[in-house]
Nanobody, 125 residues
């Protein structure tokens, strides 16, 4: 089993930046693709960004493209989400996820089989 722990969330103002981290343990991190999702109150969990096992392929939701950057450091077993130009619409609990079934970057919630506990990001206007 793999354990995923997110950190880096917080309360910021519109236009600010945050960097989320996801530390993985319990599996060979570098073998698996990873992703970030978010869930706002009363809404379904939605895809934010994903990165392939090697980091060579990255995909983003249209709503964050150009503002967010996903990356990973396989030597540190850690994935990151750099979030710039935050808006109140980005307010949500952010989750990192790992897929043991895909080597490429994938965007479906059902594609992932391990999840972190989430970290709250709140953007005030």
């Amino acid at each position: 089993q793999v354990q995923l722990v997110e950190s880096g969330g917080g309360l910021v103002q519109a236009g600010d930046s945050l960097r989320l981290s996801c530390a993985a343990s319990g599996r060979t991190f570098s073998s698996y693709s990873m992703g970030w999702f978010r869930q706002a109150p009363g809404k379904e969990r939605e895809f934010v960004a994903a990165i392939s096992w090697s980091g060579g392929r990255r995909i983003y939701a249209d709503s964050v493209k150009g503002r967010f950057t996903i990356s990973r450091d396989n030597a540190k077993n850690t994935m990151y989400l750099q979030m710039n130009s935050l808006t109140p619409e980005d307010t949500a609990v952010y989750y990192c996820a790992l897929t043991s079934r895909n080597r490429g970057a994938v965007s479906g919630v059902a594609d992932y089989d391990s999840w972190g506990q989430g970290t709250q990001v709140t953007v005030s206007s």
